[in-house]
């Protein structure tokens, strides 16, 4: 099969997404609604509104319908959403976890499949996302990728989200969108390594003991201290509120830090995959 054309990313300017959602937020500031005073009116949460002002969940006609009432635009907003590209950037079910990475302080990650969204490079996002089946179009895969790599503005809040992330090294075996891109995104992972707030752990192969066989999954830390947890299956994800569900997964994930190489350690393993 001939290899995808890549387009170039545009820095400049934003998403139809980000767009759509920059214009939203203009009209609500132009008629005088806070996030809090229209999130409340629509009877959503205001994280969810900021979402949608951002780009990062993408806006549905019944709610553009109903914010043309409100903010009396004219169906400004309703026209904007009919006439953008017809791609998901995140599947549906995954739209309430993104919501809640956004304003976590704190996010603890284990992965045994691919690496976290957090810490992917551009080239390796493209690479991951051009694996799906069915494929997508190059214009639909640019959207998804960008979104990706939007998600990882969170690392540049000014009060970032303390993330910690265990990782199977069967992960970094996988030499996805080949050498270049393997070994750009080993460099990045390292560098990420040494940030501080950041914390990544490898878990070896060849262990004896392991707690996190049954698959991969996220522990969550709200603003108001809830803890939450998120797990991925191929066609669907659970979000996990009940308290003991999430306790289970919270004595896993310190389980797998405790049998994981420590953070020293694991820079020590990546320096050696870079031959440095």
């Known amino acids: 099969m001939a290899p995808r054309k ?17 214009l939203l937020a203009h009209f609500r500031v132009v008629a005088g609604h806070t996030q809090a ?5 629509l009877i959503i949460s205001e994280s969810k509104l900021a979402s949608m002002e951002q780009g990062r969940r993408p806006l549905g006609l019944e709610m553009a319908q109903e914010l043309d009432r409100i903010l009396e635009t004219k169906s400004a907003l309703e026209v904007s959403v009919r006439n953008l590209p017809e791609v998901d950037v995140f ?4 739209a309430p976890y993104m919501d809640y990475e956004w304003e976590a302080v704190s996010l603890d990650f284990y992965a045994n499949q691919v690496l ?3 810490l992917q490079t551009e080239e390796y996002a493209r ?6 089946i069915p494929t997508v179009n190059d214009d639909e895969l640019e959207l998804r990728v960008a979104a990706r790599i939007k998600r990882q503005d969170i690392l540049q809040r000014k009060v970032p989200p303390s993330t910690s992330f265990v990782i199977s090294e069967a992960v970094l ?16 992972l390292r560098r990420s390594a040494d940030v501080p707030g950041v914390t990544i752990q490898i878990m070896p192969l ?3 003991t392991h707690a996190g066989l049954s698959g991969p999954f996220v522990l969550i830390e709200t603003p108001e201290h809830d803890h939450l947890a998120y797990a991925e299956t191929q066609r669907g994800s659970q ?22 190489l420590n953070p020293q350690e694991s820079k020590g393993l990546l320096d050696r995959l870079l031959g440095e």
């Open 37 to 41: 005073e229209l999130a409340q009116v």
């Open 206 to 208: 060849g262990v004896t």
């Open 239 to 260: 979000l996990i509120r009940d308290p003991d569900d999430v306790s289970i997964l919270v004595r896993k994930y310190a389980m797998l830090r405790s049998q994981a």
């Open 116 to 118: 976290p969204g957090l």
């Open 127 to 132: 690479a991951v996302l051009s694996n799906d």
């Open 6 to 22: 890549r387009r170039p990313p545009n820095k400049k300017n934003p998403s139809p997404f980000e767009a759509l959602g920059l």
């Open 91 to 94: 599947p549906e079910w995954a």
């Open 173 to 188: 075996k996988d030499h996805l969108g080949g050498e270049a891109t393997y070994r750009a995104q080993l460099r990045h």
